[in-house]
């Protein structure tokens, strides 16, 4: 229904700052709530944000909070990630995500479609 497409990732500095997109196709991305997911090697995948369909609000997992913005621009079919004072902890594959449903999701099985996964590197 929806396809995703993510860039933006690379290598940088900690205490650096990086934004990722993910561009939407295929589908009505308004309809869409979206929901950005990490999974570091030898970890499991873990919630990292997510934002409702207008964009009127946001969650984030305590790990990135404050630090971590998500963003939507739905006449661009576009969600985005800022990341500031980037950690190595940070450094993991990024992946967004889009959802039909409604409220705070934070459960990989509660989105259905995926982006490919773009790579975050960390460098102390």
């Known amino acids: 229904q929806v396809q995703l497409v993510e860039s933006g990732g690379g290598l940088v500095q900690a205490g650096g700052s990086l934004r990722l997109s993910c561009a939407a196709s295929g589908g009505t991305f308004s309809s869409y709530t979206m929901g950005w997911f990490r999974q570091a090697p030898g970890k499991e995948r873990e919630f990292i944000a997510t934002i409702s369909r207008t964009g009127a609000w946001t969650y984030y997992a305590d790990s990135v909070k404050g630090r971590f913005t998500i963003s939507r621009d739905n006449a661009e079919n576009a969600v985005y990630l800022q990341m500031n004072s980037l950690k190595p902890a940070d450094t993991a594959a990024y992946y967004c995500?889009?959802?039909?449903?409604?409220?705070?999701?934070?459960?990989?099985?509660?989105?259905?479609?995926w982006g490919q996964g773009t790579r975050v590197t960390v460098s102390s």
């Open positions: 995500a889009a959802s039909i449903r409604v409220g705070i999701l934070r459960a990989q099985n509660e989105y259905g479609y």
